[in-house]
């Protein structure tokens, strides 16, 4: 399987010109074949070839004064470039003939945009020195902190800048399938819902820690701070940076939170058990932030390709399974109930459930998983329940999608 690591690089002050250099360079060789394809297009000319556009927009075009830095950069970088408007050609034309979900046109790169990036490839002749440094081609020995080992040793690198002013190096590695994991018996299903982030069909409720929370009311308060700020001010300019670094902080602190949570599951259970969030149908619904924010599916992603690099199993629960209207005791359906209901007793059997870990129940079993069923239960039905009692509520609320 193959997967992306990222650490943060730290270039110092003089390494910082060559990685811009480099930058700007795949930006322009970008923009000028996606100009020259737009030219031919808008011409009904067949659209030039990348070894044309090799040939006229590097290898003479660094022969002009105008273009004569693109020399500065390792010859790989504006390679790359081409490279990468054939896939995001590839890909907007697969979009629509339906091969993949539709996206828009390649589009040109600019100098302002938040987040840049360059490909080194294996022939490249990048390395990692033996001190650990990354070595890159006309840029030099990059100081890199390497938070976990690499499974193996990777083909590529993508130096990345991002909209903080952080710089990463991501590599693309192969893992083994000296990976996977002894058996272990258990299964889990797991809702993903509003009050906590996740409820296992064990019985546990997992928040999102407090580092985490902590970092998002401080993007909030920067966001604030921003709103206030007059337009093209240079208070303005500072205050935008500081938005985008609390930003980064939460993306990191969320993205380690799943990767924790995801890799404990997977050690723990034989197989996982998620219901489909299908977030596009959420988009529309008030839900929608709560699902972004939460990061659900980069979570769930993360689960199913951990399952498969540890050969555990992983199930997704259609969304027409009810998981909240039935009950996981006896499997009587008896109907929606409001969100703001968090415990109910069933009608027919008189188990009391909390309803996040009778979704979850009901979501193991819909994957076919043996769990124990008490999980469910807040206390043992000993009396059934008045039928209008169930589910019920002194002001039900509307019910939203789920
Ligand atoms: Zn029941």
């Given at each position: 399987m193959q997967l992306r690591y990222s650490f943060r690089v730290y270039p110092s002050a003089g390494q910082r010109t060559a990685p811009a250099q480099a930058f700007g360079c795949a930006r322009v060789v970008y923009n000028d074949a996606l100009r020259a394809r737009e030219i031919a297009r808008s011409e009904g000319l067949p659209l030039p070839k990348t070894g044309d556009l090799s040939r006229t927009l590097i290898t003479e075009a660094k022969q002009t004064p105008g273009r004569a830095?693109?020399?500065?950069?390792?010859?790989v970088v504006p390679q790359q470039s081409l490279r990468d408007l054939d896939t995001a050609y590839r890909n907007f034309f697969d979009g629509l003939k339906g091969k993949r979900p539709r996206m828009g046109a390649p589009r040109y790169k600019l100098r302002k945009d938040t987040r840049q990036a360059v490909r080194f490839t294996a022939n490249a002749r990048w390395s990692i020195t033996t001190g650990g440094k990354l070595r890159l081609p006309k840029i030099g020995d990059l100081k890199v902190t390497w938070s976990r080992p690499l499974p193996s040793t990777p083909s590529t690198v993508t130096v990345v800048k991002d909209s903080a002013g952080r710089y990463f190096a991501s590599f693309v590695v192969e893992t083994g399938p000296e990976e996977i994991l002894p058996q272990t018996t258990p299964g889990v299903g797991i809702d993903l819902g509003l009050g906590h982030f996740a409820v296992l069909s064990d019985g546990r409720k997992v928040d999102s820690p407090r580092f985490l929370r902590r970092a998002e009311k401080r993007l909030k308060k920067a966001q604030r701070a921003l709103s206030r700020k007059e337009k093209g001010s240079s208070n303005r300019n500072k205050a935008r940076l500081k938005v985008a670094r609390a930003h980064a902080k939460v993306t990191d602190a969320r993205r380690e939170f799943h990767h924790r949570l995801s890799t404990k599951l997977i050690r723990e259970n034989q197989a996982v058990a998620v219901e489909d969030l299908a977030v596009k149908g959420l988009a529309?619904?008030?839900?929608a932030k709560s699902v972004h924010d939460a990061g659900w599916s980069a979570f769930v992603s993360m689960l199913e390709y951990k399952a498969a690099r540890y050969g555990r199993a992983f199930h997704r629960i259609g969304r027409f399974e009810p998981t909240s209207q039935?009950?996981?005791?006896?499997?009587?359906k008896d109907g929606p109930k409001p969100l703001n209901v968090r415990v109910w007793t069933c009608g027919a059997c008189g188990a009391v459930l909390d309803r996040d870990i009778n979704a979850a129940v009901n979501v193991a079993k819909a994957a076919g998983l043996a769990v124990s069923?008490?999980?469910?239960?807040?206390?043992?039905?000993l009396l059934p329940a008045?039928?209008?009692?169930?589910?019920?509520?002194p002001t039900p609320q509307p019910s939203t999608a789920r």
């Open positions: 830095w693109l020399g500065a950069v390792s010859a529309r619904t008030r839900l039935v009950c996981s005791q006896c499997g009587v069923a008490c999980g469910a239960q807040v206390r043992p039905g008045p039928r209008s009692e169930a589910g019920t509520h």
